[in-house]
């Protein structure tokens, strides 16, 4: 006879066999088979052969009260998962840049009295998102015939405050000399160099001057790539080890089981390899900072599905220290704390479809408003990856429609809004689109930022 979940094999005088389909999902189930006796005289009775469907160390509680109800099977507990993939210390991209800023022209000492140097001033910048390793020289050229000249170097910022000189009487050799002013760590503005000499008593002259900076970009770090993580994905869950099989989503909702070899799932900002006990290493591509993904797993424990998730972060930078620092963000909502110095916090395209694009929902614990030229404190936002393909003709000297303009094209959605352009004079008319980004605008409510919805203005 075939039961609900299997074969009832019986003979004339009671004796029976009964074999099960062997379905995990048959486990802690009654097949009930009803028999009937007769006796000669024709009277007969009735009963039920109850088979419990069971395995070894199920832990099926069985009803002894009535034999026909299925038993109890222990309920298994599957959990979610989370794990982060931490960014180390980024590097910032270092640029090299030289030029050559005119020449300290020396005359000649004429019937005694020394010859004095003249100089046309210039200027050399640094972008509001980069500091520089300045190095501003005199080159005193080889086989030169000046005596003695007294030559004074010096370098101004943009509101006259000098930030490096030296005065100076060089020792003329036969292949030259060079007067050198060296500034470790110079921050954003434009600089003037000023040089002057006095005192020359031999021929005249000619001495080049040139600024090398070793320029450091806050606003671009060098590839880098979060650390391998590793983890189990099971053991959190309680559940019946030996009547459960344990399956991976490998995209589009179709999961495989997991065998003895493992496998690997390629994600979108990574790898995870995973082994048949669950423990798992996610491998991040090269570069992806603030990203996130979930991979869904499944349990089935007597024939029953029980899904899970394990989700895997790759932080976004978000904490610096009392120096100067670079922090990015990521698709999540984060909370950036810059410790002092002025920092750089930038923004990415993530994801070009988003009207977000890509971005959470930020907060600045921290944020030091000012102007970088003058402020060693004050903290930038640059968003020029995502004002790429801006139409700078719809700024004008109206800064009142250029708010409202920047408010239509980036999608943010403000009850009430201050726009403060940080820009030297404050007249001019913003036409070009790096004016608007390294002008260091920003708008803020109480120091603290919320950065939110598309393209990332600041509300």
Known sequence: MVGAYGTLYISPNGQYKYVSNGAPEDIGKVDTFTYTIRDFNGTQATAHLNIRIDGDNSGVIWNNTDPQNDGTLPTPIVLDNSDHAVIGAVTNVHQTVSSNQGELKIAAGLFGAGGNGTYTPTTFSIANTDSAHVVVKVNIPALSVGVAPQIILTIKDQNGVTVGTITQTPILTLVG?????????????????????????GLAFNASVTVNQDITHYNDI?????????????????????????????????????????????????SLFVKSDGSYVYTPKAGEIGRQEVFDYKLTVFGQDHIASLTVTIDAVTTGDALRNTLISGELNDSFTGNGGSDVLVYHVLENASATGGNGTDHWTD?????VNTDRNADIIDISDLLIGFNSANITADLTASATYLKNYLGVRLMV?????????????????????????????NQVLHLTARQRMIS
């Open 417 to 445: 809004i201050t726009l403060r352009l940080h820009w030297i004079v404050m007249v001019q008319v913003l036409t070009i689109r790096q004016k608007l980004i390294y002008s260091n605008w920003i708008i803020w409510r």
């Open 177 to 201: 000399a060079t007067v050198t002013v060296d500034i470790p760590n110079l921050g954003p503005g434009t600089y003037t160099i000023t040089s002057s000499a006095s005192g020359n008593t």
């Open 367 to 371: 944020f030091h408003a000012g102007n």
């Open 222 to 270: 060098a590839p880098v790539t979060a650390v391998p993580i590793t983890g189990n994905m099971l053991t959190d869950d309680t559940y019946n080890h030996a009547y459960a099989k344990f399956s991976i989503d490998t995209g589009n909702g179709q999961f495989t089981e997991v065998g003895y070899n493992g496998i690997t799932i390629q994600g979108d900002y990574g």
